[in-house]
Structures are given as structure tokens and as C-alpha cells.
């Protein structure tokens, strides 16, 4: 069982905490584009790539004790999850000696927790569609236009964004 959820519990161990669902699959999916082998599967989904894999071991996490999820109500009145590693948690991951990442790896995720959802919600979904072969133009057409209207996106958020993808290569 341990073995499926060890990256995760890794991925905490270097976060801390996470704030949002949105924002931890946003991480993930991200974090594994760039070369971090996380084994998880994603689809497109209202809010960018999705994967129901992922959202299921954090729930397992949580069951198991070794993640805790708390909620708050927003101003807007829905709820923010926020997730950390326990003590539970953290001594399994001493007690199986887990290393982490690579130096480079825990850099990029450490930025990657630093940005909004919001902007990794575009980051996310800038990449699922490069990787379907739009160009970067096509790209921002869809999002704006089609796939994200309500977010608003400007040109230099959407810049900002491919220039992200671009800068990120792990070896």
C-alpha cells in the first residue's frame, strides 16, 4: 500500500502544506510534465488537467491518518482544503528511509507551490494543449476564447505561462 502513496507523502514532506485541490493536481501534473516521475494518469477536466487517481490516494491519505485535510470557508463561501503531512506521516517516511527529490526537482516543486491556482490552472492547461499539438498562439486562442473565458486571462499571463513550460527541463 505504501509503495502507490510514497510519492505523495514525499511531495508533502517537501510542501509542508498544500492550499487546494486545484492547486495540489495542478503541482502534480505539472511537476510530472517536467520530467518527475509521479506515476499519475490525467485527463482534460473543467478545471485543466485532472486526475481521479490522484484524488483518490489523497483521500486514502487522509483516511490512513498520514495526511491531514483541513477546511475553511472562503469570503466567497466555498470551501479551501488544505493539506499537510501529520506526525504519523512524517515518521513513516523516516521509518522507510524515503530520499525525495533531486536538488533541481525540489526547487521547481517549491516554485510551483509559490504560484496561485489560478495561474497553474493555465499553466497546466497551456501544456495539455501543447502536448496536443496547438502552437502556442492556437493555444492562448483556446483558453481565452474557448475553455476559460471566465478567467480573464491576459496576454501576459498567458506569456508568463509558456514561458514557464519552456524554462522547465529536468534531466
Known amino acids: 500500500m505504501f509503495e502507490i502513496h510514497q510519492n505523495l507523502l514525499r511531495l508533502f514532506g517537501l510542501l509542508g ?12 501534473y505539472i511537476t510530472q510534465k517536467a520530467g518527475v516521475n509521479l506515476n499519475e494518469d490525467f485527463s482534460y477536466h473543467y478545471y485543466g488537467p485532472y486526475s481521479e487517481s490522484l484524488s483518490n490516494k489523497i483521500k486514502e491519505l487522509v483516511v490512513m491518518g498520514l495526511i491531514k485535510e483541513e477546511i475553511e470557508r472562503t469570503a466567497y463561501g466555498y470551501p479551501q482544503y488544505t493539506y499537510s503531512l501529520t506526525d504519523k506521516g512524517r515518521e513513516l ?31 497546466a492547461t497551456m501544456w495539455f494543449l501543447l ?7 492556437k493555444a492562448e486562442e483556446e483558453i481565452c476564447t474557448q475553455l476559460k ?20 527541463t529536468l534531466n
Do not use: C, M, W
Request: aromatic residues 10%.
Open 93 to 123: 517516511l523516516e521509518l522507510f528511509s524515503v530520499e525525495g527529490f533531486t536538488q533541481q526537482q525540489r526547487k521547481l516543486i517549491l516554485t510551483l507551490n509559490q504560484y496561485d491556482s489560478r495561474f497553474l490552472e493555465l499553466v
Open 149 to 168: 473565458p471566465d478567467q480573464n486571462y491576459r496576454h501576459e499571463e498567458v506569456t508568463q505561462a509558456f514561458e514557464v513550460i519552456t524554462g522547465l
Open 17 to 28: 502544506k498544500v492550499s487546494g485541490r486545484k492547486k495540489l493536481q495542478k503541482i502534480v
Open 131 to 137: 502536448e496536443k499539438g496547438y502552437t502556442r498562439e
